[in-house]
């Protein structure tokens, strides 16, 4: 069994944590300065551990071993979301190269290679780095892709970054036998349970769907109650509905959102001629996922009147990313062995780089307990007992895996 060191774990994340350093926290977004020199000492750190480390054109980097046997490939991302946590993305890098260095340590016949993969917090697009490692990103798209925040091109990113002009590197699905991302959970699911660490079994779908209702835009004073035909009124209603209804056909994990209501022209005294909502929901079971869905257009036929017809568009279904119950295994039996009763299986709620991986190869993940559930703020944290435990086990069933 590999033995890993707390001590360079926590270093080469505290040294990570001052790039970009924001109150306890990270202000790193992709190809920020700080996130470029972060990228080209990680590059440095991977080479110190005797990877042969590049960074691409998208800014992905691939750190392979020389080992001529079975490989594992395991990584998460750098950036950050503006001003935000430490741990998100690093954590699974850091933990990645741990593994590759306590494995090299043990044996030289089989290694892990290291990936980083650029913007997963999306500042340019979704999942860029991912899309572009497996193939599933064109030139234009990168054409088009701009910084949300501050509306500066990729293609101008990337040449400021030096990446520019670069190949970009393509994963090797033949080369694995799986892929692995540990990450901060980002919940409290572990936390309220005392429990230390997840064993992933599926990263959710999220369906997405945008409800316009259509009424008559009248005056809010001269328009009687039994003549309006408020689309606004007649929006919440059905939203109200959804979230009576959804329960009895939703599963225990299942969460759903109205991330946005527009109500037009959304004055003070003018009845809403127009209502709008952006509406998702998220499950890992295809099967409860397509009940929802039935539930949700069943709810809005019920809804829809000649006095407010209601139209309801899918603007997004993606598939649930399955993980590979071998490597879950491997995981289980990690964490049994270093925190025996401490660990629990659970979906991820949240998307991740994995997601890519997992239709390509076996693919993998494990959580470590975030404090009080904070994430994606510069609060985020873990306890450094917690950190250690989890590069551990991390490592210890990579080696599993390897050992086939
Ligand atoms: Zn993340």
Redesign the pocket.
């Known amino acids: 069994m590999p033995t890993i060191d707390p001590n360079r774990v926590l270093a080469d994340l505290t040294r990570l944590r001052a790039f970009g350093a924001y109150k306890t926290g990270v202000h790193r977004p992709t190809f920020s300065d700080e996130d470029i020199a972060a990228r080209a000492w990680f590059a440095n750190r991977m080479r110190e551990a005797g990877l042969d480390a590049r960074i691409d054109g998208i800014g992905n980097i691939l750190g392979t071993t020389s080992a001529p046997g079975r490989k594992v490939l395991s990584g998460?991302?750098l950036e950050s979301q503006n001003h935000a946590g430490w741990l998100?993305?690093a954590l699974g890098c850091v933990f990645a190269l741990e593994a590759a260095r306590a494995i090299a340590a043990e044996r030289q016949d089989v290694g892990v290679d290291v990936v980083v993969l650029c913007d997963?917090e999306g500042h340019f697009g979704s999942f860029l780095g991912s899309r572009s490692f497996t193939g599933q990103l064109t030139e234009e798209q990168i054409d088009r892709a701009r910084d949300r925040t501050t509306g500066v091109s990729m293609r101008d990113a990337l040449t400021k970054a030096g990446y520019a002009g670069r190949p970009r590197m393509q994963v090797e699905p033949r080369r694995y036998a799986g892929f692995f991302e540990a990450?901060i959970e980002q919940g409290d699911t572990l936390e309220s349970r005392g429990l230390r660490i997840g064993v992933v079994t599926a990263i959710v779908a999220i369906w997405q769907y945008k409800i316009t209702v259509t009424g008559e835009q009248n005056h809010a004073g001269t328009t009687s109650m039994a003549r309006r035909r408020d689309a606004g009124l007649a929006l919440i209603r059905l939203l109200n509905a959804v979230d009576r209804r959804f329960p009895e056909v939703a599963g225990p994990r299942s969460v759903w959102t109205t991330g946005r209501i527009t109500l037009d022209p959304g004055g003070p005294s003018v009845v809403p001629g127009r209502a709008e909502a952006l509406f998702q929901f998220r499950d890992a079971d295809p099967q409860v996922l397509e009940r929802m869905h039935e539930t949700l257009l069943a709810l809005v036929a019920e809804a829809n009147s000649e006095r407010c017809p209601i139209e309801i568009r899918r603007t997004g279904a993606s598939t649930p990313a399955v993980m590979n119950e071998d490597m879950l295994e491997a995981l289980e039996a990690a964490a049994e062995r270093h925190a025996p009763g401490a660990h629990m299986r659970m979906p991820s709620g949240a998307g991740?780089d994995t997601q890519y991986f997992a239709p390509l190869m076996p693919a993998a993940m494990m959580f470590v307990p975030s404090i009080g559930g904070i994430s994606h703020h510069w609060s985020e944290n873990t306890r450094d007992d917690d950190i250690v435990l989890g590069a551990q086990v991390f490592a210890d069933a990579i080696a599993r895996v390897l050992q086939g």
């Open positions: 998460s991302h998100d993305g997963e990450h991740h």
